[in-house]
């Protein structure tokens, strides 16, 4: 279940056998590594979402093992956590850097979206719950008089995983938040237009999405959130610049 989106993942377990026997010590020390690795990961990650770590950016190794007090191995370890999550691009004797993507691979992404989500929503309407519409309701509201980039993304974010919370499903949800993830500076670039504009349409989408999510209407909630998606992609098609808006990622 996406939850609040939070993008966290499951910390591994801290074995609790004793470190004196020498196979429960080498899992003593995976275990270890691997709570450092998630504790790094979760944070680096709210490095990224929140625009600390710009996309393009380099994240050097050293630097995040004396910033979190920790060795590299749980660093490299947090690294393809963030990698599967698709925040980060490690390259082989190179390094890794926070992902960044052409507008072609954006443009894919976005298109993606398009298609599964609304299926994600359908397959979560059945079980939602007034307690969830009516904090959508109050979301939708927040966002409208949200006038931060920051303040609106977290709003959204919490929204739309409020409309995903009744689906049950096996991979479908992962490969949402997946990608919510890698799509995340776009977002945020989208969001900044049109605010910048005083655009209103958007919100008009969030409340006609609520209002079918009310009246259990699965096909109008399909179609309204299918069209909220392509006006993000579109008004990036439109923006080229955006694209080259961020450092070389071989710097």
Same mark, same amino acid.
């Given at each position: 279940?996406?939850?609040?989106?939070?993008?966290? *993942?499951?910390?591994?377990?801290?074995?609790?056998?004793?470190?004196?026997?020498?196979?429960?010590?080498?899992?003593?020390?995976?275990?270890?590594?691997?709570?450092?690795?998630?504790?790094?990961?979760?944070?680096?990650?709210?490095?990224?979402?929140?625009?600390?770590?710009?996309?393009?950016?380099?994240?050097?190794?050293?630097?995040?093992?004396?910033?979190?007090?920790?060795?590299?191995?749980?660093?490299?370890?947090?690294?393809?956590?963030?990698?599967?999550?698709?925040?980060?691009? &490690?390259?082989?004797?190179?390094?890794?850097?926070?992902?960044?993507?052409?507008?072609?691979?954006?443009?894919?992404?976005?298109?993606?979206?398009?298609?599964?989500?609304?299926?994600?929503?359908?397959?979560?309407?059945?079980?939602?719950?007034?307690?969830?519409?009516?904090?959508?309701?109050?979301?939708?509201?927040?966002?409208?008089?949200?006038?931060?980039?920051?303040?609106?993304?977290?709003?959204?974010?919490?929204? *739309?995983?409020?409309?995903?919370?009744?689906?049950?499903?096996?991979?479908?949800?992962?490969?949402?938040?997946?990608?919510?993830?890698?799509?995340?500076?776009?977002?945020?670039?989208?969001?900044?237009?049109?605010?910048?504009?005083?655009?209103?349409?958007?919100?008009?989408? *969030?409340?006609?999405?609520?209002?079918?999510?009310?009246?259990?209407?699965?096909?109008?909630?399909?179609?309204? &959130?299918?069209?909220?998606?392509?006006?993000?992609?579109?008004?990036?098609?439109?923006?080229?610049?955006?694209?080259?808006?961020?450092?070389?990622?071989?710097?």
């Amino acid at each position: 279940m996406l939850g609040t989106m939070t993008d966290e *993942h499951p910390t591994t377990a801290a074995t609790t056998s004793s470190s004196l026997d020498p196979d429960t010590a080498g899992n003593d020390d995976k275990g270890r590594h691997g709570n450092a690795s998630q504790r790094i990961a979760d944070g680096l990650r709210a490095s990224i979402l929140s625009g600390e770590l710009p996309a393009g950016s380099r994240i050097r190794q050293e630097e995040i093992a004396a910033r979190y007090g920790a060795s590299r191995i749980p660093v490299r370890g947090a690294l393809r956590i963030l990698e599967s999550d698709g925040l980060v691009r &490690l390259v082989a004797n190179s390094g890794a850097w926070v992902a960044r993507f052409t507008r072609a691979e954006c443009e894919e992404f976005y298109q993606i979206r398009e298609r599964i989500e609304p299926l994600l929503l359908r397959m979560s309407l059945p079980c939602l719950t007034a307690e969830n519409l009516d904090r959508m309701d109050e979301l939708a509201e927040q966002m409208a008089r949200a006038d931060r980039v920051e303040h609106f993304l977290r709003l959204d974010r919490e929204f *739309h995983a409020l409309s995903y919370d009744g689906a049950r499903t096996v991979v479908l949800q992962e490969i949402v938040q997946r990608m919510w993830n890698m799509t995340h500076h776009y977002r945020s670039m989208f969001t900044q237009v049109f605010l910048e504009q005083g655009s209103q349409i958007v919100h008009d989408e *969030h409340r006609m999405l609520v209002r079918a999510l009310r009246e259990g209407d699965a096909e109008q909630a399909e179609l309204v &959130l299918c069209g909220h998606i392509r006006r993000t992609r579109l008004q990036l098609a439109r923006h080229p610049e955006m694209f080259d808006a961020w450092p070389s990622a071989s710097g």
